[in-house]
């Protein structure tokens, strides 16, 4: 389930097709971040693509089923932990996203 977690946060980051974007994986112990400078997800619609099926306007047109992320906050969830998206380079434009699983040591 971890696998599938982190493969799901990494096909996100690279997702927006964006030639040259970096990601940054931090692995510590009882905590998993994905962090990228893609277009970032507004405040707004940050419990909402944690949903099943949720995809932000602009993801219509690419392929996806809006399950990933709500897998990833259930594969948490069955660790002891949650999820959190923040943005990853605050006040730059675009401001990227962090998406971090908590898991319970
Ligand atoms: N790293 C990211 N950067 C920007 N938007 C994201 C990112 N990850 C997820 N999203 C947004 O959240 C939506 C839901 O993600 P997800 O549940 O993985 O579904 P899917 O990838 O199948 O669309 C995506 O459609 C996209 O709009
Ligand atoms: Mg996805």
Redesign the pocket.
């Known amino acids: 389930m971890l696998r599938q977690m982190l493969a ?1 946060l990494i096909e ?2 690279l ?2 097709g964006r030639p040259g974007g970096a990601i940054r994986i931090t692995l510590r112990p009882g905590r998993l971040e994905v962090a ?1 400078d ?4 507004p405040a707004a619609e940050r419990g909402r ?1 944690l949903d099943r099926f ?3 306007d ?2 219509r047109r690419s392929p ?7 897998l990833v906050a259930a594969v948490a969830r069955l660790h002891g932990g949650a999820v959190t998206l923040a943005d990853a380079r605050p006040g730059a434009v675009p401001p990227g ?1 962090t ?1 971090r699983a908590s898991l319970r040591r």
């Open positions: 799901n996100n980051a997702t927006p990228d893609g277009p970032g997800v693509v949720y995809r932000l602009r993801s996806g089923t809006g399950l990933g992320l709500a996203l998406v």
